[in-house]
């Protein structure tokens, strides 16, 4: 798609499933590398990093099949060689998830620098260096090849991480899982995609304890079998819809969530005026209301109000009354949506970590541009409750990670149509 098209004013209601964790499944697909033998994964979200993965898998000589209905067989008992240095390792982040698993299974790894969501300021890999160096490699980054090898087979180490590293404690634990002893990772990221791959690693025969906590403890294996698992669901995903119901005012049930992966995002949209409830032990249920009232928001690590949901929360305050603070403790300038937000008729000044943002009565439909993953799905969400016409470019990023968006939107009453490339090339041919 090239751009998406956009009538507000439509109060969503109805009832949406949320698919597979994309920041899960781009930590499960390496760990298949691990081992040579098959993998099968269920509940795979139909996104493109994850197909972005699949290309670098078998072009590495792994076997990818597609089962149906979001399952595939991974077989990576074809890759003899532990370089993966395509083109498609800069399209996503988690590509580099590939030095922790192939170290794991070849004491070696020859990895392109990654790729990802572009925020501003450079996304930093010293904590995934700090804490694979620990346990015995030697990284070398050169001309945009991580290159990282060790005499044997790592051994166990205890790493402190200076920050709750979702990627570095990934990457440590996927190294971990066949290292000679005991890793220890000390101020570990808590998210429920860590807690996912950590089940998946167990189920393949690895010994991890304390995934959730901040203290993750790895008893290394000398190898790993194969393991079936399926995919949580997207937290994120989830959060965006019960934030699309609040901005429209609608009532929305969610269903396929875990409830307990929502509180954070919950809390603060009943801090807003809007209600959320649970029905069964699967599903919510988020009704909006009349006028929002502001909040502050602080976006934490796990199991804070995740940053993944900052923007999204940025558009539910624009049309709140009085005015809010939005602050990002992970990342400092996650900010470049406010300028869009700015040409709906948004009220936002950005000081440093914090966006302060005024109520509106109402933004009204322009022409967009998403930056990336999160932001263009705050911006569908500003402009399924802005009045008039919005138009977003750049919706490859939401692609990224929202399987089948505009369908979803669609099934709960919102008036969204998507544009293709050649249709919008053929419009605009003279
Ligand atoms: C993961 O990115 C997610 N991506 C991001 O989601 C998410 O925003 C982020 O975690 C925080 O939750 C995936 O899971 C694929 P971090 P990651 O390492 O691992 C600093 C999305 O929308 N840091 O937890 O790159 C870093 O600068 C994406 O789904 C270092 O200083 O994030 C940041 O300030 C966008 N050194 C903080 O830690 C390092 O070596 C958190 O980053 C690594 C990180």
Redesign the pocket.
């Known amino acids: 798609m090239s751009k998406y098209i956009i009538r507000g004013g439509a109060p969503l209601f109805g009832s949406v499933t949320v698919s597979g964790a ?2 899960a499944a ?2 499960i697909i390496p760990a298949a590398v691990i081992t040579d033998a098959p993998c099968r994964i269920e509940n795979v979200p139909d996104i493109a ?1 994850v197909a972005v993965f699949f290309n670098i898998l078998r072009r590495m000589g792994a076997q990818v099949r597609d089962a149906g209905d979001g399952t595939y067989e991974i077989d990576a008992s074809g890759i003899s060689a532990p370089v993966a240095t395509s083109g498609d390792m800069q399209k ?3 590509s580099y998830y590939l030095i922790g698993a192939l170290l794991a299974r070849f004491g070696r790894a020859d990895v392109a620098m ?1 790729g ?2 572009n ?1 501003g ?10 804490g694979l160096s620990a346990m015995g490699a030697s990284i070398d980054v050169k001309n945009g090849v991580i290159t990282a090898t060790t005499q044997g087979r790592l051994h166990g180490a205890s790493v402190f ?10 990457n440590i634990m996927l190294a971990a899982s066949t290292a000679d002893g005991t890793t220890v990772i000390e101020n570990a ?1 808590r ?1 429920p ?1 860590v807690v996912d791959l950590a089940s998946f690693l167990s189920l393949m025969g690895a010994e991890i304890y304390g995934a959730g906590t901040n203290t993750i403890r790895i008893h290394g294996k000398n190898s790993l079998r194969g393991g079936s698992h399926s995919i949580i669901t997207d937290q ?1 995903e989830a959060g965006s819809f019960m934030a699309a119901a609040a901005a429209t005012g609608g009532r929305i049930e969610i269903n396929n969530v875990i409830p307990k992966h929502l509180e954070c995002i919950s809390g603060k949209l009943c801090e807003m005026g809007v209600s959320v409830w649970e029905s069964g032990d699967s599903s919510v249920v988020v009704e909006g209301t009349e006028k929002l009232r502001s909040v502050d928001v602080t976006a934490t ?2 199991p804070g109000f ?3 949901m900052q923007p999204q929360a940025s558009v539910l305050l624009c049309l709140a009354d009085g005015t809010s603070t939005v602050t990002d403790n ?3 300038t ?1 900010f470049k949506y406010v300028d869009e937000l700015l040409k709906m008729g948004a009220s936002i000044k950005v000081a440093g970590r914090t966006a302060i943002v005024k109520g509106v009565s109402a933004l009204t439909g322009a022409q967009l541009k998403a930056g ?3 932001a263009g799905a705050a911006l569908v969400i500003a402009g399924l409750c802005a009045r008039g016409t919005t138009e977003i470019e750049g919706v490859h990023y939401i692609e ?2 929202y399987e089948n968006m505009i369908g979803k939107l669609r099934a709960l009453g919102a008036d969204i149509t998507g544009v293709s490339d050649t249709a919008e090339a053929e419009s605009t041919a003279v």
């Open positions: 994309k920041n781009v930590a990093d996503i982040r988690a990654p990802g969501c925020f300021a450079p996304r930093q890999i010293d904590l995934h260096i700090k991480l200076d920050a709750p590293s979702v990627g570095a404690t990934i990221a998210e995609h994120l690590p796990y995740p940053t993944d992970i990342f400092d996650r990336d993953l999160r990224r990670g």
